[in-house]
């Protein structure tokens, strides 16, 4: 469905939760839909709370240098780590090598950067941090009051990114690989990533829209 300008319509209504009643079954389907990706698969929630931080783009420079110094030092420690726990340069056999690689890349350390695994989860999430990193950083600002507007909700096509592992529950590990954990409700908005911001002095301004 488009919107007033001519984009997804987004529709926003603010309840208290002592006036939600029973959820309704079966659950009503949109009447109109322009596209099938705009419906979630049926799926169940399963809410986590996480901290994120910051796009690194935003923090201050001083920051941003302190962050690149301490990813310099972790691959540096990485690096020695690897290099001394590194196998045997000669085997007996063919099969003994092959051993010997797979357990030097089980007990390989997994990178870890502020900006995959430490700034901002992807996947459907409520509140949390804007990422730009396909944009550079824009302004989403109230056009009534001109209060910055943080988002609300973001709708993205992926679960777990692939970037890292850090973000993936636990319990979905070992399945990584299945559709169904990556993307599990089967929405696709703009391009692959849609937040609805709203203006934090007062709620009842016009939401906004952003797209990545």
């Given at each position: 469905?488009?919107?007033?300008?001519?984009?997804?319509?987004?529709?926003?209504?603010?309840?208290?939760?002592?006036?939600?009643?029973?959820?309704l079954?079966?659950?009503?389907?949109?009447?109109?839909?322009g596209?099938?990706e705009?419906?979630?698969?049926?799926?169940?929630?399963?809410?986590?709370?996480?901290?994120?931080?910051?796009?690194?783009?935003?923090?201050?420079?001083?920051?941003?240098?302190?962050?690149?110094?301490?990813?310099?030092?972790?691959?540096?420690?990485d690096?020695?780590?690897?290099?001394?726990?590194?196998?045997?340069?000669?085997?007996?056999?063919?099969?003994?090598?092959?051993?010997?690689?797979?357990?030097?890349?089980?007990?390989?350390?997994?990178?870890?950067?502020?900006?995959?695994?430490?700034?901002?989860?992807?996947?459907?999430?409520?509140?949390?941090?804007?990422?730009?990193?396909?944009?550079?950083?824009?302004?989403?600002?109230?056009?009534?009051?001109?209060?910055?507007?943080?988002?609300?909700?973001?709708?993205?096509?992926?679960?777990?990114?692939?970037?890292?592992?850090?973000?993936?529950?636990?319990?979905?590990?070992?399945?990584?690989?299945?559709?169904?954990?990556?993307?599990?409700?089967?929405?696709?908005?703009?391009?692959?990533?849609?937040?609805?911001?709203?203006?934090?002095?007062?709620?009842?301004?016009?939401?906004?829209?952003?797209?990545?």
């Open positions: 469905m488009h919107g007033p300008d001519r984009t997804i319509d987004v529709v926003l209504k603010w309840r208290r939760s002592t006036d939600v009643g029973a959820v079954m079966p659950q009503p389907e949109p009447p109109v839909v596209r099938r705009c419906v979630p698969t049926m799926c169940v929630v399963h809410p986590e709370r996480v901290v994120e931080h910051e796009y690194l783009g935003l923090l201050e420079e001083e920051l941003q240098e302190e962050i690149d110094e301490w990813e310099e030092a972790r691959l540096a420690e690096d020695a780590d690897a290099y001394s726990s590194a196998p045997p340069a000669s085997y007996a056999t063919y099969e003994e090598y092959e051993e010997a690689m797979a357990a030097a890349g089980a007990a390989e350390p997994e990178e870890i950067n502020y900006m995959s695994d430490l700034s901002i989860a992807p996947g459907w999430k409520v509140g949390g941090f804007a990422s730009w990193h396909l944009t550079d950083p824009a302004p989403v600002d109230c056009e009534v009051c001109d209060s910055a507007m943080p988002p609300l909700l973001t709708v993205d096509m992926w679960e777990c990114d692939g970037a890292s592992r850090s973000w993936l529950p636990v319990e979905d590990r070992d399945a990584s690989d299945d559709p169904r954990v990556i993307d599990p409700t089967g929405v696709y908005l703009g391009r692959g990533l849609m937040r609805v911001h709203t203006c934090p002095a007062y709620p009842v301004h016009p939401h906004r829209l952003s797209f990545l």
